[in-house]
């Protein structure tokens, strides 16, 4: 809800960012048992954060160590599914076709395939 407040109030990305990644190094510090027990909010978050970077990922100024910093705030087994994720990353090769190979790789192992569902294998 703060996130989509802060879109609507025309916050720019970049404190977006700033914000996201403060209150990932705040409260997500590694797998506790505390967190591990809040799985499904992390999840929650996960999946709002995909959203995230699906909205500014066609950004033509948007650098691929800030976007990539973006998908490693959150803990791997916060992530359920990796649709959002794999739909963002879609979306940011996309608009930068001058992405080298190298980095392009670097973005798809992001991305666990046996999390992804059978239609995002299928696309």
Not at 28 to 51: E, T
Not at 71 to 80: R, S, V
Not at 104 to 117: F, G, T, Y
Request: hydrophobic share 40%.
């Amino acid at each position: 809800k703060v996130i989509l407040g802060m879109i609507c109030w025309g916050i720019g990305h970049e404190r977006i960012r700033a914000s996201i990644m403060h209150y990932a190094h705040c409260y997500l510090k590694g797998p506790s048992k505390k967190q591990i027990g809040h799985v499904s909010n992390l999840s929650k978050l996960a999946k709002l954060i995909d959203w995230y970077l699906a909205e500014i990922a066609p950004d033509a100024n948007l650098k691929l160590p800030k976007f990539m910093s973006m998908i490693e705030l959150m803990p791997k087994y916060a992530h359920m599914e990796d649709d959002g994720l794999y739909r963002a990353i879609g979306i940011y090769l996309r608009a930068h076709p001058t992405l080298i190979d190298m980095d392009q790789n670097k973005l798809c192992k992001l991305i666990d395939c046996q999390k992804l569902s059978k239609e995002a294998c299928a696309h």
